[in-house]
């Protein structure tokens, strides 16, 4: 009898240890950001929670193609001793909300212009560490298929921010469709149309939700990483920015982390991988011309 009852207790014992040993590998939930605007964090180094040999290593992201490209750095980054961990964001605000507040140390999903305006908005202080790839917004056709068919007064989507809706202005302007201001460049606004022959109606909307209106509109100027999100191709665009335009020039997308924060030798290590030429082969294999390496 006492046997028996010494069996059941190492059986339970067996296997409250097992349970333990399965649990302690999981990822932390993240609370970067509210549900609707950041999924969970994802330890993307495949090494489990950080031990005492490892650093861990928080970073914001666009899940596409941001999130892709730091899991890819996460295998180089994981043989270095940095455990690296994503956080996916849906928005352009909470990733910079959340970095700006200490829940992050890094993030990557925008240019410098508009990093610049959301300090200037904000009162944040965070800085660019370096550039990464280039996204080349695209002009879609949605009820008109050419630019050639577009029908006086027609609507086009743009992006409602301030530096991505210059951008469109600045694209459309290089079709011929309208005319801006002369010096009006990347700070271009809808107040710095000078022509407007076709009578066009720009339509500005949230940079996330451009792509769902295309049907709705004649055509759409949209980010490139919000394109491939809905199903979009770069070569299904009517026109695009290109590579060696001042567009790409500035509105390459960066690493971004808190002032003060730049030399931080785990930041210096990710941007090292992220301008290394195997995170350069796997953009330019995986997004077919929709995001372009700067290095």
Same mark, same amino acid.
């Given at each position: ?5 010494? *069996?059941?207790? *190492?059986?339970?014992?067996? %296997? ?18 509210? %549900? +609707? ?91 660019? =560490? ?18 050639? #068919?577009?029908?006086?007064? %027609? ?7 301030? +530096?991505?809706?210059?951008? #469109? ?12 201001? !002369? ?20 339509? $500005?909307?949230?940079? /996330? ?11 759409? =100027? ?14 299904? *665009? ?6 060696? +335009?001042?567009?790409? !020039?500035?509105? *390459? ?8 924060? $730049?030399?931080?030798? /785990? ?12 995170? %350069? ?15």
């Amino acid at each position: 009898m006492k046997k028996s009852i010494y *069996a059941g207790l *190492a059986a339970l014992l067996s %296997a409250a240890l097992l349970a333990g040993c399965s649990s302690g590998g999981a990822a932390p939930a993240s609370s970067a950001a509210p %549900a +609707s605007s950041a999924a969970p964090a994802s330890s993307a180094s495949g090494e489990g929670n950080a031990n005492a040999d490892t650093v861990p290593l928080k970073v914001g992201a666009s899940p596409t193609p941001h999130a892709e490209i730091l899991a890819k750095a996460a295998e180089e980054l994981a043989e270095k001793g940095i455990q690296l961990e994503i956080v996916e964001f849906t928005d352009y605000v909470q990733p910079n909300l959340a970095l700006d507040s200490g829940e992050l140390d890094a993030n990557f999903f925008q240019h410098t212009p508009y990093l610049d305006q959301f300090n200037a908005d904000r009162g944040t202080k965070l800085v660019p =560490v370096g550039t990464v790839h280039y996204e080349p917004l695209g002009l879609y056709a949605g009820k008109t298929s050419s630019i050639e #068919a577009l029908p006086d007064g %027609a609507t086009i989507a743009v992006p409602n921010d301030t +530096s991505n809706e210059a951008r #469109a202005l600045l694209l459309l302007q290089a079709q011929g469709l309208l005319s801006l201001r !002369e010096d009006a460049g990347v700070n271009a606004t809808q107040t710095d149309i000078t022509e407007n022959p076709k009578n066009l109606k720009i339509q $500005e909307i949230a940079p /996330e939700q451009v792509a769902r209106s295309l049907q709705d509109v004649d055509m759409a =100027v949209i980010n490139g990483n919000y394109a491939i999100l809905g199903g979009l191709s770069i070569a299904d *665009a009517l026109a695009q920015e290109e590579k060696d +335009s001042l567009a790409a !020039e500035t509105y *390459a997308n960066v690493l971004v982390v808190r002032e003060g924060d $730049e030399s931080r030798s /785990e930041i210096t290590e990710l941007l090292a991988v992220l301008q290394g030429d195997a995170i %350069a082969s796997f953009i330019e294999s995986s997004y077919a011309g929709a995001v372009v390496p700067m290095s």
